[in-house]
């Protein structure tokens, strides 16, 4: 496994929705349904790059399923994000709360000084302010 240097970065690029915005597409949002792929990947949902490269975070990718890009007025983003063998995300703290449930592969979780094993249909809960970062030291994709 590739060894890179963490660094805590200051949040992700969550933001709470502006509800004053009158535009048509925020005053009435239309429902849709994401169909699953056997990759991993979604209907509607672009395969996006984890952060702007830094070298805090390795072998990442994400696909918003709900959060902004469709005219949702949610108070959450609905991520998948993928790890590749060898791959990690940041080490980080937010102000918010994340909940991360595995569906694919098997990886490790960092919260706090604690790292933790993880595995399909684990759920893990991170509170505001504490300190995580996943990774995979596994052969095959997590997330």
């Known amino acids: ?7 805590q970065a200051p949040s992700c690029d969550w933001r709470s929705p502006d509800r004053s915005r009158k ?16 990759d ?4 509607r949902a ?3 790059r984890y952060k702007a490269p830094d070298g805090t975070w390795d072998e990442v990718l994400r696909r918003t399923l709900v959060g902004g890009q469709h005219g949702e007025r949610t ?3 609905l991520r998948y994000f993928e790890v590749a063998p060898g791959g990690h ?6 102000r918010h709360e ?16 604690k790292n933790h094993a993880v595995g399909h249909l684990d759920t ?8 995580h970062q996943l990774s995979n030291p596994y052969d095959e994709p997590f997330g």
């Open 1 to 7: 496994m590739k060894k890179k240097t963490t660094t």
């Open 23 to 38: 535009s048509p597409e925020h005053e009435k949002p239309k429902a849709r349904i994401h169909r699953h792929r056997p």
């Open 40 to 43: 991993y990947g979604w209907s």
């Open 46 to 48: 672009r395969t996006e």
């Open 75 to 77: 108070r959450f983003h």
């Open 89 to 94: 995300t940041t080490l980080e703290t937010h």
């Open 98 to 113: 994340h909940v991360v449930v595995v569906i694919r592969g098997r990886g490790r979780c960092r919260i706090g000084k």
């Open 124 to 131: 893990i809960y991170i509170p505001p302010e504490a300190e």
